[in-house]
């Protein structure tokens, strides 16, 4: 079974700084990841997505890697601005057939503070 | 607008009620799921459907029954609500084979069993 972990689990940093969030799974088998942004009381908000062929996505100030074969994906968020307070959740895909047809493994995210 | 809608926002059961969630998405998506999200616990999979008329549990389906006799409809069923029950509940959609394409959230169901 995939099994997704991220880490930190939470991560406080003033305005301004580089950040790193990193996210491991178990299979490298993998058809795509995401990561999603989760404000508290809210939905899951999209914010990139990688297919398994790929190695990067970006989108603004972020930017997601993939490396399937070491079973890591990291989100960068450059120049961190209050903001980008919120929990990260990083979502694995497994291929559309047999037994992770249709499944898909969260990690239990990363809660991110930015102060000013 | 296109997306994945979810009714009601809140709901307030007591114990032994029974009610219906529902999830409608107009995007034409095969899969359709039912998550639930409890402080701690990360979002867990209720239940999931690859297709019209097709069902299959996730990790926690007891205590609760779906359906999915449209595409673009999944109900989540609470025959007898526990307080176990009391969470937030998330229904998700996305296509079968387009690789680029990732899922797409509803705004959750705020569900409290009293």
């Known amino acids: 079974k995939q099994e997704v972990t991220q880490i930190p689990a939470a991560l406080s940093v003033p305005e301004g700084e580089n950040l790193v969030l990193n996210c491991s799974f178990t299979?490298?088998?993998?058809?795509?990841l995401q990561w999603f942004r989760q404000d508290p009381g809210k939905g899951l908000t999209s914010l990139l997505l990688?297919?398994?062929?790929?190695r990067e996505q970006t989108s603004g100030r972020l930017n997601a890697s993939l490396d399937k074969s070491s079973g890591r994906s990291t989100l960068y968020i450059a120049a961190s601005q209050p903001g980008d307070s919120a929990t990260y959740l990083c979502a694995v895909r497994g291929f559309p057939r047999g037994s992770t047809l249709g499944r898909l493994y969260f990690g239990r995210g990363t809660q991110l503070t930015v102060w000013p | 607008n296109a997306g994945v809608t979810q009714t009601p926002k809140f709901r307030v059961l007591k114990t032994g009620q029974s009610m219906t969630l529902l999830c409608a998405q107009d995007?034409?998506?095969?899969?359709m799921y039912w998550y639930r999200q409890d402080p701690g616990m990360g979002l867990r999979l209720i239940h999931y459907?690859?297709?019209?008329?097709?069902?299959a549990k996730g990790e926690v389906p007891d205590g609760y029954n779906v359906s999915r006799l449209k595409k673009q409809n999944f109900l989540l069923g609470l025959e007898s609500a526990a307080p176990s029950q009391t969470s937030v509940y998330f229904c998700?959609?996305?296509?079968?084979?387009?690789?680029?394409?990732?899922?797409?959230f509803g705004s959750g169901t705020r569900l409290t069993v009293v």
């Open positions: 990688i297919q398994s062929s790929q």
């Open positions: 995007m034409n998506h095969e899969y």
């Open positions: 459907s690859v297709g019209e008329g097709t069902t």
């Open positions: 998700a959609s996305t296509y079968r084979g387009q690789q680029n394409y990732g899922y797409t």
């Open positions: 299979d490298s088998a993998i058809y795509n």
